[in-house]
């Protein structure tokens, strides 16, 4: 079972930066997908970037040019720079993870991942 531990949330004006953490229990093999999902009080859960096997990377197209995902050399932690928020980022902000190539195809489907962080929460004030 792994274990995911996301950091790095908290409270900051429109146009700030936050970087969000994550980092697994084990590594995750060389085939494999991770992920950053968040969930606004009263919407669904929705993708927000992905990395997976090769480095690819996907994003959902309110993010695009504004945040990005990225991950260490052990492939143990992945990472999401976060650019120009808005209010409208503001969300809890959790971590998933697969073993395999089980995204590819939907990289930001959420049914894809089998291991989750508790959340970080992430507030941008106007």
């Known amino acids: 079972q792994v274990q995911l531990v996301e950091s790095g949330g908290g409270s900051v004006q429109a146009g700030g930066s936050l970087r969000l953490s994550c980092a697994a229990s084990?590594?995750?093999?060389?085939?494999?997908?991770m992920a950053w999902f968040r969930q606004a009080p009263g919407k669904e859960r929705e993708g927000v970037a992905a990395?997976?096997?090769?480095?690819?990377?996907a994003y959902a197209d309110p993010v695009k040019a504004r945040f990005t995902i990225s991950q260490d050399s052990a492939k143990s932690s992945v990472y999401l720079q976060m650019s120009s928020l808005k209010p409208e980022d503001t969300a809890m902000y959790y971590c998933?993870?697969?073993?395999?190539?089980?995204?590819?195809?939907?990289?930001?489907?959420?049914?894809?991942?089998?291991?989750w962080g508790q959340g970080t929460q992430v507030t941008v004030s106007s």
């Open positions: 998933a993870a697969s073993f395999g190539l089980i995204c590819l195809g939907s990289p930001l489907q959420s049914g894809k991942y089998s291991f």
């Open positions: 990395i997976y096997t090769g480095g690819r990377t």
């Open positions: 084990e590594y995750l093999s060389s085939s494999y997908c």
